[in-house]
């Protein structure tokens, strides 16, 4: 195992050098000049040159590009170039809101969609069963900023239950800003966590060990949580890591429409100021979250599933 978990540390640097390198050249030829938007549309034709030549952006793209991967290379992800200040300072600071946000909205996604796949499962082409998948089917497609926008309009304007906007300090106050953002994510996850969980347990349903659990006289709630759902548990964790990868990665829609003070907002505001440290800094630390969050998810596996963990023990040999 403790070889597995270094092997697919290590799997990051590829990974991290093809999301920079791809990242980087399309902010640098995509159109707009820092400088320019640094210094405002009065600057002279000398600052503006002083400015590209203080930021290095006269210099070849492969040769910026090779310095920023030394930087990196080193734990340095340079200053932003709006106001000098560190970006893993910034990133770093930002990077709790997210994580906490994206914790909330899985959370959401499991309260909601396991329950309901399991239901559905159970009951399959009944009424409920039907409802529950046009419901989910609605969830997938819908944009998260559509849906935050709506939750806003009902529960903040019309309703005036909860804040529309920021982060709340103190416990209550968090909690209350927490509520319409994690749902606004969670509901897109707890669709395809709800669609996966049917599909896994109709899978096992039918498997010859529940009809033996179910002549031996083990009740129904046994049968559906120890043999049932345990056995259907490696597809929807599989779901569930990968829905929790993209909020940490996708969260900047739903940060945006309700000023959240996250990773997202910030690479979203950098990215109009054309602040390249910036964006490739929060672009590193969501490529590296991603990956680590496939590993636990790997790591999981073994728990949850011991012939998974055999299999490890004989790579390692």
Known sequence: MFKYIVKRLLMLIPVIIGVTFIVF???????????????????????????????????????????????????DLG?????????????????????????CGIL?????GIPIGIISARKQYSLLDNVSMVVALVGVSMPNFWSGLLLVLIFAVNLGWLPSQGMGSGFGPLVLSLILPSLT???????????????????????DYISTARAKGVSERVVTFQHMLRNALIPIITAVGLQFGNLLGGAMLAETVFSWPGLGRLMVENIKSKDIPMVMGCVVVMATMFTLVNLVVDIIYSFVDPRIKSQYKKKGR
């Open 108 to 112: 959401v996604a499991l309260v909601i």
């Open 185 to 207: 994510l969670g509901m897109n996850s707890a669709a395809m966590v709800a669609r996966m969980t049917r599909s896994s347990m109709l899978e096992v349903i039918r498997q």
């Open 79 to 103: 200053l932003s170039y709006r106001n000098s200040i560190s970006v893993w300072d910034q990133v770093v600071d930002r990077l709790p809101n997210t994580a906490l946000l994206a914790a």
């Open 25 to 75: 050249f399309i902010l640098n030829l995509s159109p707009g000049d820092p400088a320019a938007i640094i210094l405002g549309d009065q600057a002279t034709a000398e600052a503006l040159e002083m400015k590209r030549e203080e930021l290095g952006l006269n210099d070849p793209l492969l040769v910026r590009y090779a310095d920023y991967m030394v930087g990196l290379a080193q734990g």
